[in-house]
């Protein structure tokens, strides 16, 4: 079992920079597949990115092709915690943005993984 809870969310100008957390607790964090979604009003919950891609490649990455080269994905064993860092924010990044976790190997799909945050909060104004 691992409990995830993020932060970091805030209002944020069109090209300005957040960074967000996700605090996981239980389980050792590194043994898992992390990954990123977001759902804005309206829309369904989609693939913002991922960690822990590819097999034997440690933390391998894959983001959506709507972020790619703006944000970034990492995480810290030591500290349990990962992050999602997103430079060059636009209007349609508005969203609740979501950490999750599973065994195994990261995905695309919201519905491989086990674990679940309760959201936090990102608002781009233009």
């Known amino acids: 079992q691992v409990q995830l809870v993020e932060s970091g969310g805030g209002m944020v100008q069109a090209g300005g920079s957040l960074r967000l957390s996700c605090a996981a607790s239980?389980?050792?964090?590194?043994?898992?597949?992390m990954g990123w979604f977001r759902q804005a009003p309206g829309k369904e919950r989609e693939f913002v990115a991922a960690?822990?891609?590819?097999?034997?490649?440690?933390?391998?990455?894959d983001y959506a092709d709507s972020v790619k080269g703006r944000f970034t994905i990492s995480r810290d064993n030591a500290k349990n915690t990962g992050y999602l860092q997103m430079n060059s924010l636009k209007p349609e990044d508005t969203a609740v943005y979501y950490c999750?976790?599973?065994?195994?190997?990261?995905?695309?799909?919201?519905?491989?993984?086990?674990?679940w945050g309760q959201g936090t909060q990102v608002t781009v104004s233009s």
């Open positions: 239980g389980r050792t964090f590194s043994t898992y597949a």
């Open positions: 999750a976790a599973k065994d195994g190997l990261g995905s695309r799909e919201l519905h491989a993984y086990n674990y």
């Open positions: 960690l822990r891609w590819r097999r034997w490649s440690g933390d391998s990455t």
